[in-house]
């Protein structure tokens, strides 16, 4: 007999967040106020009279019930980042995502807070586990994105191993000036810092509120996947991640050179993760873009011949040194200042290819192509 289907539950449109901003003094009553604080300065007492959620308040006691709709996004959040850049990660999240105005569950929003405090961790455990899979969908704020606070706290790490082991799709938000950062970062050959990230996570390391809450998270995860599995699964679920939104990025990219150096920025991570297969599409896929977009170009024939230079008005450069002697290959990075600055490097990256090549050439031969992207070191004496 198929198990009955649990209906998602309640939840709020974000474009209410909006209007429970409006119903309290407006944007200048919210700023810099992280989400407890807007729990304790506005949702308890605006919910005072019905002792209930909002959302339930919302539905039952006010004229904004239209509101309220069975959620289909679960938003996992830490409770000590700032609402309203909360908020603003979320509305730019579901715009690039063209979703209208999602009904979100929302742990401040969905949850009794005048009985939270006195509801047993397994209650706790029960409810978010059958609503996250109810729901379906998760989508996590993280931020700031170099050491996102959310892989710091136990509920959320919690969440994200809920959310695979119940089969729920997983993404991530991040706020206008957090998302400029990560694919500038991205761009700019700065991936070493995402994973100086990513191998920071430590689920045990991390903490709670409420130290029952720690003390019984630490148990389940003991007894049903270890620290280490979990501390992998979070890796590779946000590893993931990094790929889909530079896939997304290349999908919506305005012009040639903006495509190019989001392909460019793909086919490091995947080298980075040595998918060197994977590589190969985004590598030639930046190479045919930047022909159309390319700033400057230096090309030899030989070791010793002499180089041909290509300028463009562009300032922001994809810089290509090509080279057709012993070495066969492209080495391709994009740069921030006009290509006429990065004319001493390119020289000196050039003679150091036909002197002795670099030791990142092995990506080179994994890929198996005569044209193939490598790091190239931007500083000779780091090598």
């Known amino acids: 007999m198929t198990a009955p289907t649990i209906a998602a ?23 810099g106020l992280t989400t407890a604080q807007v729990c304790f300065k506005y949702v308890v007492p605006f919910t005072e009279t019905s002792g209930q959620s909002l959302v339930e308040h919302v539905r039952l006691h006010t004229a904004d019930a239209d509101y309220v709709q069975p959620s289909n996004w679960y938003i996992s959040h830490a409770w000590l980042y700032t609402f309203t850049e909360t908020l603003s990660s979320l509305e730019l999240f579901f715009a690039a995502k063209r979703i209208h105005d999602p009904v979100v569950w929302f742990c401040v929003f969905n949850n009794n807070q005048h009985e939270a405090k006195d509801y047993p961790f397994s209650w706790w455990q029960s409810t978010f ?59 700019n050959d700065k991936i070493d810092a995402l994973y100086e990230m990513l191998g920071s996570i430590n689920s045990e390391n991390a903490r709670a509120t409420v130290g029952t809450d720690k003390t019984n998270i630490d148990a389940v995860i003991a007894a049903e996947i270890g620290f280490a599995a979990l501390d992998r699964m979070v890796f590779d679920v946000l590893d993931n991640w990094m790929q889909s939104a530079l896939r997304e990025r290349i999908h919506k990219s305005q012009g040639s050179l903006d495509a190019a150096k989001y392909n460019a920025a793909l086919a490091g991570l995947l080298c980075y993760q040595c998918h060197f297969d994977q590589a190969v599409a985004p ?69 150091r290819v036909n002197a002795q090549g670099f030791c990142s050439i092995q990506h080179m031969l994994l890929l198996g192509s005569h044209r193939a992207f490598v790091d190239v070191l931007l500083c000779p004496d780091a090598a």
């Open 9 to 31: 539950p309640l939840g709020l449109k974000l474009s209410y967040f909006r209007r429970f901003i409006e119903l309290h003094g407006g944007e200048a009553s919210f700023e």
């Open 129 to 187: 586990k059958d609503s996250l899979a109810a729901i379906g969908n998760v989508v996590m704020i993280m931020h700031p994105w170099k050491n996102p606070i959310t892989l710091t706290r136990a509920w959320c790490v919690f969440e994200v191993y809920v959310a695979i082991s119940v089969g729920a799709s997983f993404d991530v938000a991040l706020a206008p000036a957090q998302a400029d950062s990560f694919f500038l970062d991205m761009t």
């Open 283 to 351: 590598c030639e896929a930046a190479l045919q873009l930047n022909d159309d977009a390319m700033c400057f170009r230096m090309q030899a024939n030989t070791p010793t011949s002499s180089c041909e230079m290509e300028l463009h008005k562009d300032s922001t450069a994809i810089v290509q040194v090509q080279v057709e002697a012993t070495i066969a290959a492209s080495f391709q990075w994009t740069l921030l200042q006009a290509g006429l600055q990065v004319l001493p490097v390119a020289s000196e990256s050039f003679l």
